[in-house]
């Protein structure tokens, strides 16, 4: 039986096992889906040496780790210089990036149009060159982007031509997105404010429900998004990509997240 896994650290809150083997059970693909948590030291032998393994989510921290260990890059994975997509197949390890397109589809989805829009990314962490070559791919031109240690955000604004802005500043966007780790936790809360913005995109790439940052935005009139729907679009490229299906995603599979 064919195995697949998502790796990273910590791995425990996962929801890729349960839609992956949803889907494999929904269209009768052979094959099992579990998770397994790594250290930093470990990925490389583990990616090496398990041959039973078909295919591997990488998620936080790993997507820039694996790539030493990947034989080949996709153009995406390459662009981005982050992999959450890796088949094996005839000794290749082959590293792709489908989290561009889930954040791209889930725009698209609401018919954003990203012509003359202003795109306000707040955070440094490995999401936001996925994040940024969809918003290109949709249109944005003008990226701005604002991270408490700004160094790496001056890093990321070189390499993909964002401008970027000091920590804590408000500026006119049309759509926000936080790319920070910040709201994992029930207890945590951007320290950023933003009164009197209202009739914006606020999106959080977090997958669960209404993080403060969202709660807020919506009390002040801005439209939400959180980050369900990209998780689900990059798991169904995933899908695609090993299976040569492409599964459907309905109110089922979308109420797989909510339980
Ligand atoms: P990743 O694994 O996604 O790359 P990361 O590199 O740890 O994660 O990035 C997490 C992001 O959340 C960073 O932009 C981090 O800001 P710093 O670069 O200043 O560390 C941001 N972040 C985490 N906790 C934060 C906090 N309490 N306030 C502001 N930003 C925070």
Request: hydrophobic share 35%; glycine share 6%; proline share 2%.
């Amino acid at each position: 039986m064919k195995k697949y896994l998502v790796i990273g650290n910590p791995i425990e809150h996962s929801l890729s096992p349960k839609l992956h083997n949803y889907w494999l059970s929904r269209y009768k693909v052979g094959g099992n889906y579990e998770k397994k948590l790594l250290t930093e030291d470990k990925v490389g032998e583990f990616l090496k040496s398990d041959q039973k393994i078909s295919g591997i989510n990488v998620t936080v921290p790993f997507k820039k780790t694996v790539i030493n260990y990947c034989s080949e890059l996709t153009e995406l994975a390459s662009a981005s210089q982050s992999v959450n997509t890796i088949t094996l197949s005839n000794d290749k390890i082959i590293g792709d990036n489908t989290d561009v397109y889930g954040f791209e589809q889930s725009l698209r989805d609401l018919n954003f149009n990203g012509l003359n829009k202003t795109a306000y990314i707040i955070g440094a962490g490995g999401v936001v060159s996925s994040v940024v070559i969809a918003l290109n791919k949709l249109g944005v031109q003008n990226i701005v982007i604002s991270n408490r240690t700004k160094n790496k955000a001056e890093a990321l604004a070189k390499e993909y031509n964002l401008v970027v802005s000091d920590w804590g500043k408000i500026i006119d966007f049309d759509i926000i997105i936080n790319c920070t780790s910040i709201g994992l936790k029930k207890s945590d809360s951007l320290d950023l404010d933003f009164p009197n913005v209202k009739d914006k995109i606020f999106y959080d790439i977090i997958y669960k429900p209404k993080t403060k940052f969202l709660l807020n935005a919506e009390k002040s009139g801005n439209k939400i998004i959180d980050g369900k729907m990209m998780f689900l679009y990059q798991a169904q490229k995933s899908f695609e990509i090993w299976h040569g299906i492409k599964p459907e995603i309905n109110d089922e599979v979308i109420n797989l997240l909510n339980d």
